[in-house]
């Protein structure tokens, strides 16, 4: 009987021990080749949603326009520029550096947004 | 309130010669038949029945000013802005008295591409009405700061593309308000182009009839949405000796009309699409209705010298 129970705890500790070295390896590598953080604003009704949003330094951020009218996401200390945005059109850029980035629609310059990189 | 006299008047908007609240609707909406007009700064309304059952006498101004046609166009709320912009040619050219001449407030194109704008000049050449003067929307400044819309529409004007001309002694002052916008911000006129207004309008006599037209709106019609021009009272300033100002602008896609003073601001109807009344709707984008009423809310703005006086009339008319 305590053979049974020693084999038992024995493997059930082998097991944690094996799973634990495994997450523990398999965490290490999830990060090694985790992909970009993604973010994305929508543009609909003549605003940026959501109008200010936080991300980590190396982010990309993707506007994505849904409106039935043009817009555009342009930097007030110029670091970023879209093209004229139609509907269903795409603008990303990747923030490598922390600061608090202020844009609007230079189009329709009542719609502003804020992207803080930390 | 209502007065018949025998010329037909029907409001005299200012009985005491000033408008105590400075603020008049004369129609709310295109199509309803009711003439503006301005005379020395004085607004009244006349029938449509009574006025201009003739054509103006020849030698009085009388033009047209179109708004908006936003080529290239293409959704829900109006999915042929081309058809709309022709029906808007057909309207100007069944006036009772031909038209000398055309305004257009801008957004020609939606997106400032050289194939819109193309389609419009193609559609406008069948106005009778051949010489058109324009001022651009935000929705022509898209490339290049608008290099595609100076480079057509542009030559000898100043600066973002500015410019002043004269038409039987009506001096006309085309504006630009859609350059260089600040985030957060309305309509600018900006510094430079400030200086040459101020310089433009210095020597002329005070009883000269002005007439101005810019995209956005000159008076604060909504800031919220944008609808207003940041530095416009400092142009207006340089209006005040004047006895007879009428501003005339596009962008908000609805008629609407103010009188302060001597002058009376009138914006007109798109020719491809109409916008929500100011704060009735969460945005100022593209305000969808049935088919069928699409031209009811979409028109053209006639300006005819009051035969025998010396008053503008202002005339919305719809598509429909």
Redesign the interface.
């Known amino acids: 009987m305590s053979r049974i129970v020693f084999t038992a705890v024995f493997l059930a500790a082998f097991g944690l021990g094996f799973a634990g070295s495994r997450s523990g390896g398999g965490n290490f590598a999830a990060r090694a080749q985790e992909k970009p953080v993604l973010s994305e604003v929508k543009i609909d009704?003549?605003?940026f949603g959501p109008a200010e949003i936080t991300v980590r330094a190396g982010t990309t951020v993707t506007w994505i326009n849904r409106?039935?009218?043009?817009h555009t996401a342009v930097s007030?200390d110029k670091s970023f520029k879209s093209k004229?945005l139609?509907?269903d059109e795409k603008f990303s850029f990747t923030f490598s550096k922390p600061g608090a980035y202020?844009?609007?629609c230079?189009?329709?310059?009542?719609m502003?947004g804020k992207v803080v990189v930390q | 309130m209502t007065a018949k006299t025998k010329d037909g008047l029907l409001h005299d908007h200012n009985k005491d010669g000033v408008d105590r609240r400075g603020f008049l609707k004369c129609m709310a909406w295109a199509g309803t038949g009711v003439f503006c007009v301005m005379q020395g700064g004085v607004l009244k309304s006349y029938s449509m029945s009574h006025m201009l059952s003739g054509k103006a006498a020849p030698g009085e101004l009388s033009f047209v000013q179109i708004s908006d046609s936003h080529m290239g166009f293409n959704?829900?709320?109006n999915p042929d802005v081309v058809g709309t912009l022709r029906a808007a040619v057909d309207k100007i050219n069944a006036l009772p008295t031909p038209p000398e001449f055309m305004l257009h407030t801008g957004d020609i194109s939606?997106?400032?591409k050289p194939e819109e704008f193309d389609t419009v000049d193609q559609i406008l050449k069948g106005a009778t009405p051949k010489d058109i003067f324009y001022v651009p929307g935000?929705?022509d400044m898209?490339?290049d700061d608008g290099k595609g819309y100076l480079e057509r529409y542009a030559k000898g004007s100043k600066g973002a593309g500015w410019y002043s001309f004269d038409k039987k002694g009506v001096h006309f002052i085309g504006l630009v308000n859609v350059q260089n916008?600040?985030?957060?911000?309305?309509g600018t006129l900006g510094r430079e182009q400030l200086e040459w207004m101020e310089d433009d309008v210095k020597h002329l006599k005070s009883s000269t009839p002005i007439m101005v037209f810019a995209h956005i709106p000159l008076w604060s019609v909504y800031p919220?949405?944008?609808w207003g021009t940041e530095d416009s009272s400092q142009a207006l300033g340089y209006l005040k000796k004047f006895g007879s100002v009428t501003v005339l602008n596009g962008h908000i896609h609805q008629t609407m009309q103010k009188v302060e003073g001597n002058v009376t601001f009138h914006t007109a109807a798109s020719t491809a699409f109409p916008q929500p009344q100011p704060g009735t709707a969460?945005?100022?984008?593209?305000m969808k209705v049935p088919g069928e009423q699409l031209k009811s809310v979409l028109g053209i703005t006639n300006v005819n010298q009051v035969h025998g006086q010396h008053a503008l009339a202002v005339v919305d008319s719809s598509l429909a």
């Open positions: 009704n003549f605003s409106d039935d009218i043009p007030t004229v139609d509907t202020e844009y609007f230079s189009i329709h310059p009542k502003t | 959704k829900t709320a939606h997106l400032s935000e929705h898209l490339n916008l600040k985030a957060g911000g309305l919220e949405w944008g969460p945005s100022p984008g593209p």
